[in-house]
């Protein structure tokens, strides 16, 4: 015997049977703003997560930097060069650039000595403060003449850098200038100035590194007869009485 479903219970099956259009197409609107919002999320914690580490590492790079040019100024040697009318010091130096003799013992010298140049070069957009280096074999060398290798990026990024150079005048201040022209002596103190140039921020405002050998050539070659020692008088020894002088004057006493 067959039965026949019930008119109004065959319609209830059908809704029941499945999703519709419209609940299809808003499930998958909600399901494409769910992925737009964790695309948008995962942006932007890459994006901030990358911003820290290239700020972090432009930092360490930085410190890195100012940790090798301050042993380079700190092992600056104090020798003489050979030029074409006399001899002077081996230290060159402009708002651009500076080169001396350092200490430092990396290159093949003989006492571990080397040419040490700084230079600071213009590349494209950004600038950059490229060191070089040659052993340095002693005074018979010329100076300017021996070639340079081993570059090294130390900074690079979109700065106004340059040198500056100090010498204590007569009242005991340090006078700044921009080069260094004198060649019977080295500076006191170098300076490098590092601006931003969209905030014009100085990112490093007390960078000065002191040279210890700054002693003029006179005084390094001929000792006591240095001109800054002329201006104090020479401490005569105290003279002891011998013993027949305080034996006389005994004798005379009695």
């Known amino acids: 015997m067959t039965t026949t479903p ?32 964790m695309a948008g999320l995962i942006r932007n914690v890459v994006w901030g997560f990358d911003r820290g580490t290239r700020t972090v590492t432009t930092a360490d790079r930085l410190v890195l930097a100012v940790e090798r040019v301050a042993g380079d100024f700190a092992a600056a040697r104090f020798v003489q060069r050979a030029t074409d009318a006399s001899s002077g ?11 001396f003799v350092s200490g430092a013992g990396i290159a093949a010298g003989p006492r571990g000595e080397e040419i040490v140049s ?7 957009d950004v600038t ?10 002693g ?19 979109n700065y106004d850098m340059s040198f500056s150079f ?3 005048g ?37 960078a000065e590194f002191r040279l210890r050998s700054d002693l003029k050539m006179n005084c ?15 401490a005569k020894p105290e003279r002891k009485p011998d013993n027949k002088t305080a034996a006389s004057h005994d004798e005379g006493a009695d």
């Open 6 to 37: 019930h008119p109004g219970k065959y319609r209830l099956q059908l809704r029941c049977g499945g999703f519709t259009l419209v609940e299809t197409l808003a499930a998958l609107a909600i399901t494409a703003v769910i992925f737009v919002a």
């Open 166 to 168: 100090s010498k204590a």
């Open 139 to 157: 005074p018979s060398d010329r100076f300017g003449d021996i070639p340079l290798r081993d570059p090294v990026m130390l900074i690079e990024g």
């Open 118 to 124: 700084l230079s600071i070069e213009p590349a494209g």
């Open 89 to 99: 010091v081996a230290f060159t130096a402009s708002g651009g650039s500076v080169a």
């Open 170 to 206: 007569h009242d005991g201040r340090l006078n700044w200038t921009s080069s260094w022209s004198d060649q019977d002596s080295i500076p006191q103190s170098v300076r490098l100035v590092i601006r931003d140039r969209s905030s014009g921020i100085d990112i490093l405002p007390r």
């Open 128 to 137: 950059r403060l490229v060191r070089r280096r040659a052993p340095w074999r």
């Open 220 to 234: 390094a070659l001929s000792g006591p007869t240095c001109k800054d020692d002329e201006s104090k008088p020479d």
